[in-house]
């Protein structure tokens, strides 16, 4: 990405939001940014306006990216930056939300969702089954554009098959940070991928106000939505009605006993490298 002294002054010039609740995933998304623009001179937010603003291009849009500040996610909602930037710039045609969500994986149903895929709620997705996704290119690109993402033992890089573990629901976590201890004949089996190139599925994402880490409540969750269902997350809910926007959810966990933080910047990176090249395609367009 290149870092440019650039400012647009006037706020209006920037069309798109992109929500990034998380550090993480404010991370993913900076680093994904074609260039990088310094804060508008006319941008007056609130004093006690307490988010994190990044503000740049990816192709040929404008983009603001907002986030909470550290430490305040479990007490304030994505729909709190969401509502300031619909406040300070009304002219913001199109929002996205884009962060990390827990799969509802069925692969006896040809729903294999595995971490470090994609989940976007869209009507079609015919022109990513059809054309080769350029997501592992861009995540190629940006590991080796920012080096402190691609050293050993960083979770922005791909963990491998061998830590993705998927288990039956009613087999609990044994302990500790990482499934170590789990029993290993317990893993549902699931046939090995032809390539670890993220899959982008097109579905449901069920959202709340609850971290979900509970096998039963996600079963009995989808069961109520229907097969459709494919991710959970907490952050949609209180935020579409404000702020309508695209939700794309890259799976860190299976929403059970088992969840781990050790696939979230793998996952943060997959799905804003999806809303990167969404945003580049060049038939790619929104109504003013």
């Known amino acids: ?10 706020p209006s ?3 798109f939001g992109w929500i990034a609740a998380l550090a993480i995933e404010q991370a993913a998304a900076r680093a994904l940014l074609d260039e990088e623009y310094s804060e508008p001179k006319n941008f007056h937010p609130s004093p006690s306006d307490t988010n994190n603003y990044i503000w740049g291009r990816i192709g040929q849009h ?6 909470l500040p550290a430490g305040v996610h479990e007490t304030i909602s994505a729909a709190t930056p969401a509502s300031d930037l619909v406040h300070y710039l009304p002219q913001m045609r199109f929002g996205l939300l884009v962060g990390i969500g827990g799969a509802i994986a069925r692969p006896g149903d040809d729903q294999d969702n595995r971490l470090g895929d994609d989940v976007v709620v869209q009507p079609h997705g015919a022109e990513h089954e059809i054309r080769p996704s350029k997501i592992p290119g861009l995540v190629e690109t940006m590991l080796q554009a920012n080096p402190g993402m691609n050293r050993p033992g960083s979770n922005f890089t791909y963990q491998g098959p061998e830590n993705d573990r998927l288990f039956p629901s009613d087999y609990e976590h044994v302990g500790g940070k ?13 046939e090995k991928r032809e390539t670890t190139e993220p899959v982008t599925h097109y579905g449901v994402i069920a959202s709340g106000n609850t971290l979900i880490k509970d096998a039963e409540f996600r079963d009995n969750l989808a069961e109520r939505i229907g097969h459709q269902c494919l991710c959970v997350e907490m952050e949609a809910a209180g935020l579409v009605n404000k702020f309508p926007c695209l939700v794309i959810r890259g799976i860190c966990n299976y929403a059970d006993s088992h969840k781990n933080d ?9 799905a804003a490298a999806f809303a990167v090249e969404l945003l580049r395609n060049d038939s790619y367009s929104v109504s003013g």
């Open 62 to 67: 404008n983009i603001v990216i907002a986030s």
């Open 13 to 15: 010039h920037y069309t």
């Open 178 to 190: 990482t499934c170590a201890k789990c029993e290993v004949s317990r893993r549902i089996y699931r």
């Open 1 to 10: 990405m290149e870092r440019e002294s650039t400012r647009l002054d006037n």
């Open 262 to 270: 050790q696939w979230q910047g793998y996952a943060a990176f997959t």
